[in-house]
C-alpha cells in the first residue's frame, strides 16, 4: 500500500514560487494516479491538480491553471507540485494524493484512498 510524505512548504511573499515534493512508499505506488489538494481551516478539502500514473495525463483547477505545474518521476516514486506566481488565496494546508486508476485521472477527493499529513504553504500580501 501507498505511503506519502509532503514536503516543501513554507511563507513566501505574493508573486513568488515554491516547489512542493510528495514521496511515497509501496510496491503499487507507480500504478496510481497522484493528486494535489488543498484545505483551509472550516473549508472542504479542494482539488489542486492531478496527473495520471504514466505521467501522460494531467489536470488542473481553473484558479491555478497557467500557475502551477504538476510532474512525477516513478523511478523516485516522487510527484511535484511546482507554484509559480502565488498569491495569497494559495494559502492552504497542501495534501499529496494517491488513487489506484488504470488510466486518466480524477479531480474527486472520494477517488484518492492515500493521503499524506499535509504541508503548509503561506503566501503574503
Known amino acids: 500500500q501507498a505511503q506519502l510524505v509532503e514536503s516543501g512548504g513554507g511563507l513566501v511573499q505574493t508573486g513568488g514560487s515554491l516547489r512542493l515534493s510528495c514521496t511515497g512508499s509501496?510496491?503499487?505506488?507507480?500504478?496510481?494516479?497522484m493528486g494535489w489538494f488543498r484545505q483551509t481551516p472550516g473549508k472542504e478539502r479542494d482539488f489542486v491538480a492531478s496527473?495520471?500514473?504514466?505521467?501522460?495525463?494531467?489536470d488542473y483547477a481553473d484558479s491555478v491553471k497557467g500557475r502551477f505545474s504538476i510532474s512525477r518521476d516513478n523511478a523516485e516514486n516522487t510527484v511535484y507540485l511546482q507554484m509559480n506566481s502565488l498569491k495569497p488565496d494559495d494559502t492552504a494546508v497542501y495534501y499529496c494524493?494517491?488513487?489506484?486508476?488504470?488510466?486518466?485521472?480524477?479531480?474527486?477527493?472520494?477517488?484518492?484512498?492515500?493521503w499524506g499529513r499535509g504541508t503548509q504553504v503561506t503566501v503574503s500580501s
Open positions: 509501496g510496491r503499487a505506488f507507480r500504478n496510481y494516479a
Open positions: 496527473i495520471s500514473w504514466t505521467g501522460a495525463i494531467t
Open positions: 494524493a494517491a488513487a489506484f486508476l488504470d488510466r486518466g485521472t480524477s479531480k474527486n477527493p472520494d477517488a484518492y484512498g492515500y
